[in-house]
């Protein structure tokens, strides 16, 4: 992952309160010119607020965190859980029906992801276990902020929602941030660690959460988790591509479960008329 390469370097909460401002500024600089800043109604600045705490800062506070504390395959594995969590607070809030056909779905595309990193790989030991409880929470949080942040970016749209999001969040990571900063001689940082910081910040952070969101407005909280499950797969599938990695038998079955999973959790099913 990119993420360890700034971490070697970086603190992780460092990492966690730049990426943070470089979002939030652009999202700010966007809407300023837009001329669309303020929200619709004023209950959503405390809805958006509380948004911010699950899908911004214990997120990426505990992802960065749980990273630099575990290993790639074992974050990777853990991430298994997100739709896990998201379709289960989501039914439990009421934002989505439960069915059978979902659960079904996520469990198939669950196994593939499984069998294609292989828990073999994973270390699942003492040195692991604080960064990997790390991941398990963030796991929790993205998944509350999938399941329950469609009503409020519908209301306020996909741009406006995201830069209250991350505003309210640098309130938290930016101080957070500068006091990480301020244990490390910030001059001797390469200038190669500073470009893929701005690239998390643009590439990994600002454009996902603005496709997510724009995911969420269109479809089930369900629906967006489960494609995190293709994540994996598009790695395995660049790495056959550009560096010549083997695709074996376990990479096809992989494949054919978390498409079917996908398949089952996207499509829409209509009972017919007897």
Not at 39 to 51: G, H, N, Q
Not at 52 to 63: D, R
Not at 184 to 213: E, H, K, M, Q, S
Request: glycine share 8%.
């Amino acid at each position: 992952m990119i993420g360890k390469v700034v971490l070697a370097v970086l603190p992780p909460i460092a990492l966690v309160g730049i990426r943070t401002t470089i979002t939030a500024a652009i999202l700010v600089a966007i809407q300023s010119f837009r001329g669309r800043f303020w929200l619709r109604e004023k209950s959503d600045y405390w809805r958006l607020a509380a948004l911010s705490l699950f899908g911004v800062v214990i997120n990426q506070l505990f992802f960065i965190g749980g990273l630099s504390l575990t290993t790639a395959s074992n974050t990777s594995l853990l991430a298994v859980m997100i739709p896990v969590f998201a379709l289960i607070i989501g039914s439990v809030a009421g934002f989505e029906r439960l069915t059978g056909i979902k659960m079904i779905g996520i469990a198939l595309a669950a196994v593939g992801v499984i069998i294609l990193i292989d828990p073999r790989r994973a270390s699942f030991s003492s040195q692991t276990t604080l960064g990997d409880l790390f991941i398990v929470v963030n796991c929790l949080a993205y998944g509350t902020y999938v399941a329950t942040s469609k009503g409020a970016i519908m209301r306020n749209g996909i741009f406006r929602s995201m830069m209250w999001v991350f505003i309210f969040s640098c309130v938290i990571c930016i101080p957070l941030g500068v006091w990480s900063l301020s244990t490390i001689d910030v001059a001797a940082v390469p200038t190669r660690i500073w470009l893929i910081v701005l690239w998390i910040g643009v590439g990994a952070t600002a454009a996902p959460y603005l496709l997510n969101a724009m995911a969420l407005s269109k479809v089930d909280p369900s629906m967006v988790a489960v494609f995190v499950y293709l994540q994996p797969l598009i790695g395995f599938t660049l790495a056959w591509l550009f560096l010549g990695e083997n695709i074996g038998a376990a990479f096809l079955v992989s494949a054919a479960l978390i498409f079917s999973g996908v398949f089952l959790v996207t499509r829409k099913f209509v009972r017919a008329e007897i």
